[in-house]
């Protein structure tokens, strides 16, 4: 694939980010909070795709994995995915938690868990705070990664 990077999303790239996670069908409320850390793909100079993590403590949680409809097919999702595993693995997280509305995500190593884990384990994480703000159940199910073996 020519010329495909990924990098670290400044404060500046909040519009990029937001316009691919808009793009994927994702909320974009709580992009680029404090205590995040996201990063943004791109082609030839153009944004194709954005993850974040929103951290707490000794654990992280997935804030989406979005690639623009054009660039689909191509493994750029996973890319994403395992690189925010990695780094979550990086900063000595014991786990990386997400919400998802209806991906299998078990070829990620990820298991299904009860949405109250999630909830006890990073109550603090912006995407956690945004939905207790509009009083909404985040995602359809909860994933947990175990990242200690």
Known sequence: M????????????KDTVTTVFREAGLDTGAALANGTTYWVMEREGQAVGAIGLEHGDGVSLLRGAAVMPS???AGLGRRLVMSAVEYAQGRGDRAIYMFSKGNDWGTF?????????????????????????RGERPGGTTWMRDLTQ
Request: proline share 10%; glycine share 8%; charged share 20%.
């Open 2 to 13: 020519p010329d495909l990077q990924m990098r670290l999303a400044k404060q500046e790239d």
């Open 71 to 73: 660039a689909r097919g």
């Open 109 to 133: 190593g990820f298991t299904q868990v009860p949405l109250a884990v999630v909830m006890g384990e990073i109550p603090d994480a912006p995407q956690i705070q945004a939905y207790k703000a």
